[in-house]
């Protein structure tokens, strides 16, 4: 049976009993036996264990201290970085289906990075708009915004560039300000500040000379869109509008709208502002400007939740229908059938507004206006980078694991999540296991304390994971 635990440390190596021989009548010189040994590092301690039948050679066993220790492993790493003179916090930004990373600059041009190189560098335009959208072969699609001098009113196009070159483009009524969708069938829905509602599908030949748009149909709201659109798994459209010109014309509305025609709409007192987000059970909601959340189902509001208003940033749920967003007491919230789950809030209290996104293990990452990129699970920090650069836009890569940051101040840069172990055993345990892949020890079966399902044993009052034991280590004679 296992009697005695060996600890070695600067101060030398201490044999300490287990419990079974501390509380039998062995004498005090049996129970305690000090001795000396070289000095090592004092961060190090190692541990085995000796046994009536085969006793560890301390000399040996302390000869491991000096070995190199090998650093802890980072929960990420950076995998690339890159400056900008400018990225304007307003442009939207998306990831291509070769996990290239797109956006605009508050200057006008179109970039794609992928893997820390820059595919895409095009000049679209003179200013800042909010609409890049990606497809799933890869085409671009962004809104271009420019001002009709001759009667003074804004115009838009939507353009669709692939490999650098313009395939075609699309004239809407009025500005295109929120990005383009592209649904399961390949259409492509945009909206325009007029609030017209545009289906586009893409024809190789058009009238046997071009390539370009071809308008499925069209449908005008009252009110001007005035937050991205979403699109449903069957189709459905769902797009916020607001008032134009005065308050009085209209109330705020979110319509569901499928093959060009209005299924239902409902109303607002106060705007719309971030995209609307569809549930896994298809339940809609929406952040309002009267500082709630609403949740919608076949056009009718079945619960609300008091959380704070946010103008620039959507929501995010996860697969069981869990909601996580920024509140106005500058926190990450979880909300969950209209109540709070949990809630976190960073130690300096910067606003958390940024759009959170999740890991596939279900970490939330959530980023700051002050510069601070966090990982939390079940409402604790796991980690957290901090810069004094504000964060614009979080992207995950599912398939990767990647965490894409874009900042206010034109900083780009990619994060690789580290996949660890979800149990670590503690140091002590991970020392006498080193002493037991050396083969310096003899474990007894019977010296099993405690044994539980989620794979872990008690040896000696030391805690081992169960796979550690294997028959190359304790010897056949034991039967494991």
């Known amino acids: 049976m296992v009697n005695q635990i060996n600890i070695a440390s600067n101060n030398g190596i201490i044999r300490m009993p287990t419990p079974e021989v501390k509380n039998s009548n062995s004498s005090i010189e049996d129970k305690f036996t000090p ?106 699609y962004t809104g271009i915004v420019w001002v009709d001098h001759s009667n003074y009113t804004t115009k838009g196009l939507l353009a669709a560039i692939k490999d650098g070159n313009k395939l075609w483009d699309f004239q809407a009524d009025e500005a295109i300000r929120q990005p383009a969708i592209i649904g399961n069938d390949g259409t492509i829905y945009v909206g325009d500040d007029a609030g017209n509602l545009f289906a586009l599908k893409y024809e190789s030949k058009l009238g046997g000379l071009l390539k370009g748009a071809k308008k499925q149909w069209s449908i005008k709201m009252n009110g001007g869109l005035c937050a991205p659109l979403s699109a449903g798994p069957d189709g459905t459209i769902y797009m916020a509008t607001r008032p134009r010109k005065t308050y009085d014309e209209d109330v705020n509305r979110l319509h569901a709208i499928k093959n060009g025609k209005e299924l239902w709409n409902i109303s607002f007192d106060k705007g719309i502002y971030t995209k609307p987000a569809i549930g896994p059970d298809g339940t809609i909601y929406v952040r309002c400007e009267d500082e709630k959340l609403y949740a919608i189902k076949d056009g009718k509001k079945i619960w609300d939740y008091q959380t704070g208003f946010s103008q620039e940033h959507n929501i995010c749920i996860g697969p069981d229908g869990t909601i996580y967003l920024g509140d106005d007491e500058r926190k990450l919230v979880a909300v969950k059938d209209g109540k709070k789950l949990w809630d976190y809030q960073p130690d300096d209290y910067s606003g958390m507004e940024v759009t959170p996104c999740l890991g596939k293990d279900g970490t939330v990452y959530a980023g700051s206006t002050s510069g601070g990129v966090y990982a939390i699970k079940d409402g604790k920090a796991q980690w957290c980078i901090k810069s004094d650069d504000g964060i614009g836009t979080l992207l995950m890569d599912d398939k990767s694991n990647i965490l894409n940051v874009l900042t206010h101040k034109g900083a780009v840069y990619a994060l690789k999540i580290n996949e660890t172990a979800k149990k670590e055993p503690p140091q002590a345990a991970q020392d006498i296991l080193n002493s037991v892949d050396d083969g310096k020890a003899i474990i007894n079966k019977l010296d099993i304390d405690e044994s539980s399902a989620d794979g872990w044993v008690i040896i000696g009052g030391i805690k081992l994971p169960k796979k550690s034991f294997r028959a190359s280590h304790i010897g056949p004679q034991m039967g494991l």
């Open 35 to 140: 001795a000396q040994a070289p000095s090592f590092p004092k961060s190090r301690i190692m541990a085995s264990m000796s046994t009536v039948s085969s006793q560890i050679s301390i000399d040996k066993a302390a000869e491991s201290l000096l070995k190199k220790t090998e650093p802890p492993t980072p929960p990420y790493t950076q995998l690339w970085d890159i400056k900008y003179d400018e990225l304007s916090f307003c442009s939207s930004s998306c990831l291509g289906p070769d996990r290239a990373v797109n956006f605009k600059t508050s200057r006008g041009n179109l970039i794609s990075i992928k893997d820390g190189k820059v595919l895409l560098n095009l000049k679209v335009n003179e200013g800042c708009d909010s609409s890049v959208a990606c497809g799933p072969d890869g085409t671009l």
